[in-house]
């Protein structure tokens, strides 16, 4: 294979990161779910946070003032000889319980016999010190059944990306802001991705199973709350959770749930999401309220008046009866409405009108004279809003809504006409990479260049014929306004000292901008550097990476990227905006934005001897020939083979060789005629792997061998140019 080459290099030593054969590289720390996902101000919570590649958790990154967190416990999943000394612990307990007696060992209980093969207690294993099962010995009924319910519920499904467990004691001042914060474990492996944990001001209840009386009771193990406060809870598959509380006639009540927020994709499930459902009984069962979505936000609010005094009921489920660990909830059970809405209403120093009705037709279009902002709603049913403006012929216009975006329940759909009615341009949907929370994309665009002077109009619908007082829009009609936004993912970089990562950039274009951007770490980036940090004129990613010429570092370093580009002759600068690349329902992706973009530098406590690019400039590399690339390493001694290999390269580059130089390599990269075209510019990232021994776990040997990989090489920046 063309792009793989073998090479026993000099330098091996200096490219094997990890002694063993686990590499860093193999798999990422990721938090799947924090329980409870949050607190009330002054008081520590116990959280558990679930999720892979945990080991070695040790330290709790909160962002913000005012909260701390410590690492107490970490377990890995059971395995299945603890997992049978478990079962038979649990058992056993329960017959205490009963008073059924232990029987004794030798017994020939023909039911024993046939429920647990005869040599049992040889095969007991001692458990680990998991803070679950601890005291089994001492456990009520409940408790035992809590703990079977975590292990041995078949409807439980073992998932690997939640298995492993951490456990950590958050510290909420009483000062701490309230609101959303990230909070990060570091692990032996690095930092893992955020996940959102919540302050807030309210006296916090979780729930205790069992809490789903069946039949309906409500005087029996529903968790008994007041009001206000928040209830935390997980819903596992099939679980329903009740919450009693008493209140009276006239009372208002509100509910309102995170669940989605508090996870927002799941990778592995249809729809991607816990979807919650609330419901309201009284004290005889009889059902008084229950939400759902609430429009097209998938976390219900419940909101009513209680008709007499007494004894109701919450309750919470997800909407398809599924659950697992991270079916994560936070209710906040309140008398008030205020509900938050964080969309920002676009930015325009564009002048602002508000429509006037009647604009239905054409003949009835309001005037507007772009660039303007419009305040409109689709009030009624059939209502369509037309706004007439005069172009002249090649003038560049664009007409874009801000509903969904804002919360509008509003699906918008466009049309752009000439005087006679003739459609130049429509759009229902036009999908915003911005928000990456949105999973219907309803709001429209449209552009086109007038084809002649004369009179123009733009009429907004809605796509599905809703209307109401809350679909409101805000309607830019101007000439293309070319700009960009940026993302930089993932938001915790975990790169060892001397080496490289992989960092995915985005450019999210707007109104047809094409341009070139150019990224850097902004001001003291303490001996980080970003390679191939260019976004070629055209394209919308790029993957670079980021260099750690210097030492290890205990705490992860705050870093800020920002975008240059040339748009209109003028320098325009943007902030690129952390983000969690996610995946929904195994297919979508979405990126999620984050507060912080946090480098965990690994490996050694002195600085290393760095890998680097001999030159800064792109690599030519000419059509049908090839290109010679220097790379500067340490040397050391042979440790073993590594191979390079090009991750994912553009079609027709390939590496055709690499061979040993004095303090380095060179590669050769190639680019056949059919396949890469002239002007072709973007990033080749090259990765070493190094073989080791399979597994033994047999006398004879092994010839498995495995490759794990080792790193990569700082991101080479090419363009191809033609012969
Ligand atoms: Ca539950
Ligand atoms: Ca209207
Ligand atoms: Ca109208
Ligand atoms: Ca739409």
Redesign the pocket.
């Known amino acids: 294979m063309n792009s793989m080459k073998k090479c026993a290099l000099l330098l091996v030593a200096s490219l094997v990161f990890v002694a063993s054969g686990q590499s860093p590289l193999a798999r990422n720390p990721r938090v799947g779910y924090v329980y409870p996902a949050g607190g009330q101000q002054g008081s520590v919570v116990q959280v558990t946070a679930g999720g892979q590649a945990l080991a070695g958790a040790a330290t709790v990154y909160l962002s913000g003032e005012g909260v701390r967190g410590t690492v107490t416990y970490y377990a890995k999943p059971l395995n299945n000889q603890q997992l049978q000394t478990l079962g038979r612990k649990l058992k056993d307990r329960r017959d205490e319980l009963a008073g059924r007696a232990k029987p004794a060992a030798g017994t020939s209980d023909s039911q024993r016999v046939a429920a647990e093969p005869p040599n049992v207690d040889k095969d007991l294993v001692p458990l680990p010190n998991h803070p679950w099962i601890q005291n089994i010995e001492t456990m009520t009924m409940d408790e035992l059944e809590r703990v079977a319910r975590r292990f041995f519920d078949k409807k439980n499904q073992l998932n690997a990306q939640i298995a492993e467990i951490v456990l950590v004691d958050v510290t909420i001042d009483p000062a701490a802001v309230p609101g959303v914060r990230e909070l990060r474990l570091k692990t032996a492996a690095g930092l893992t991705n955020p996940i959102p944990f919540h302050v807030g001001t309210l006296p916090e209840t979780s729930e205790v199973e069992p809490n789903d009386p069946r039949p309906f009771a409500a005087d029996h193990s529903a968790t008994e709350i007041g009001s206000p406060t928040v209830v935390n809870g997980q819903i596992m598959p099939g679980d329903l959770d009740r919450f009693m509380f008493q209140a009276s006639a006239g009372q208002s009540i509100v509910a309102r749930a995170r669940a989605r927020e508090l996870v927002p994709y799941l990778a592995d499930a249809v729809p991607g999401w816990f979807q919650a459902v609330l419901t309201l009984y009284d004290g005889n069962g009889r059902r008084v309220a229950s939400a759902d979505d609430q429009f097209f936000s998938p976390d219900p609010v419940l909101a009513c008046t209680i008709p007499k005094d007494g004894t109701y009921v919450l309750e919470t489920r997800d909407a398809l009866f599924r659950g697992r660990e991270d079916f994560v909830y936070r209710i906040a059970l309140d008398n008030t409405e205020s509900g938050s809405h964080n969309s920002t209403r676009p930015t325009s120093s564009s002048p602002e009108t508000n429509?006037i009705?009647p604009?239905?037709t054409g003949q009835s279009a309001q005037a507007i004279a772009p660039p303007c902002m419009i305040e409109?709603?689709?009030?009624?049913e059939a209502?369509?809003?037309v706004y007439r403006f005069e172009g002249k012929s090649g003038m560049a216009i664009v007409a874009e809504v801000y509903a969904r975006r804002l919360d509008s329940p509003l699906d918008s759909l466009l049309r752009l006409t000439d005087s006679t009615g003739n459609v130049l341009a429509w759009n229902d949907d036009h999908p915003d990479a911005e928000r990456g929370l949105i999973t219907h994309h309803a709001d429209s665009y449209v552009t086109a260049q007038l084809p002649a002077d004369g009179a123009y109009c733009v009429e907004i619908s809605d796509a599905q014929h809703n209307a109401g007082p809350d679909f409101r829009y805000t309607l830019r009609i101007s000439p293309p306004q070319p700009d960009f936004a940026l993302r930089i993912a993932p938001s915790s970089i975990n790169v060892q000292a001397g080496r490289s990562a992989v960092v995915h950039a985005y450019a999210l274009r707007k109104d047809g901008f094409t341009g070139e951007i150019r990224l850097a770490i902004k001001g003291d980036p303490a001996g980080l550097t970003l390679d191939g940090a260019t976004i070629p004129a055209g394209a919308d990613h790029v993957r670079m990476t980021l260099t750690a010429a210097r030492a290890s570092s205990e705490e992860p370093i705050s870093i800020e990227v920002e975008g240059r580009a040339e748009i209109a002759r003028r320098e325009v600068c943007r902030r690129a905006t952390p983000a969690e690349d996610m995946m929904q329902a195994f297919s979508y992706r979405h990126l999620v934005t984050a507060e912080n973009l946090l480098v965990s530098i690994l490996g050694p406590k002195k600085p290393t001897g760095r890998i680097a690019l001999a030159s800064d400039e792109p690599v030519r590399i000419p059509l049908g020939g090839a290109a010679q690339i220097y790379v500067k390493a340490p040397i050391g001694p042979i440790l073993s083979e590594i191979e390079l290999r090009l991750s994912d390269p553009p079609k027709g580059i390939a590496l055709t060789d690499v061979v040993v130089v004095p303090d380095g390599m060179v590669l050769e990269v190639a680019a056949s005629p059919d396949a890469a075209a002239p002007g072709l510019s973007d990033n080749l990232i090259v990765e070493a792997y190094r073989e080791v021994d399979g597994p033994q776990r047999t006398e004879k040997p092994s010839a498995a061998k495995r490759q794990v990989p080792v790193g990569v090489l700082p991101a080479i920046p090419f363009e191809v140019a033609a012969r």
């Open positions: 429509e009705e604009n239905n409109g709603t689709i009030d009624r209502d369509a809003d």
